[in-house]
Each structure stands twice: as structure tokens, then as C-alpha cells.
């Protein structure tokens, strides 16, 4: 019988695990030693991922404070536009008042004149 992948890896006794961990020098830690231990070895695809979640984060955090200087930029030119509608209706509406168009035509010195009469229907024969 063929033995399963299993049975053919090695096993390693929790005691000899714990004299491997144990043993951290000064020395391991600047000559990089700590990085060839089998627990470290073990663990590279789970750094790689969180180190691909630390650039994805980084990034998501630069593009929401780039949306977030849009907003506010967008916001205060609303603002203004909304404050310059608002007074060109105001004066639009100012110009518009009878007494205005009165006051306009006799500073430009224009032949007409208020009616004085209703207005009323021409009608052909």
C-alpha cells in the first residue's frame, strides 16, 4: 500500500518546536537567523497576505481623503453658486416691478410711456 501524504510528512515533537522557538539571540535577530526558522518558513503566505492588505488599505485610505478634498471642494462651489443665484433672482425680480421699468425708460430717455388705458382686443372686419 502506498502511504498518504500524511503519513510521509514529519512529525515534530512540541518539545523540540519550543527549544527552536526558545533559542532567540540578539545575535538571530540582527544576523536574520530568525527568519530560517521552520515556524517563521510557515508563515510567509499569511505575511504576504497581510502585507498585500496593508498596501490595499493604505491605498483605499489616499483615495478616500483625495474623494473627500472633492467633496468639500465641490460643496463650497455650490455654495457660492447657490448664494449668486439666489441674488441674481432677487435682482431680476428687482428690475422687473413696474415702478422699476419706469424709473428705467425715463433714465434712458425713451419715448415711451405707461399706458393709461386698459388694454383691449383689435378686431378685423
Do not use: C, H, W
Request: cysteine-free.
Amino acid at each position: 500500500m502506498a502511504k498518504s501524504k500524511k503519513d510521509r510528512t514529519e512529525f515534530v515533537s512540541p518539545r523540540q518546536e519550543l527549544k527552536e522557538t526558545k533559542r532567540l539571540t540578539a545575535k538571530d535577530l540582527l544576523g536574520g537567523g530568525v527568519l530560517s526558522r521552520d515556524v517563521v518558513v510557515k508563515q510567509i503566505p499569511f505575511i504576504l497576505f497581510l502585507f498585500a492588505l496593508l498596501v490595499f488599505y493604505i491605498g483605499n485610505q489616499y483615495q478616500g481623503a483625495k474623494v473627500m478634498k472633492e467633496v468639500m471642494r465641490i460643496e463650497e462651489r455650490l455654495k457660492i453658486l447657490r448664494t449668486e443665484s439666489i441674488s441674481t433672482t432677487f435682482e431680476k425680480m428687482e428690475m422687473s416691478k413696474q415702478s422699476e421699468v419706469v424709473k428705467l425708460l425715463e433714465e434712458m430717455n425713451m419715448p415711451l410711456k405707461e399706458a393709461v388705458l386698459p388694454p383691449y382686443k383689435i378686431e378685423l372686419k
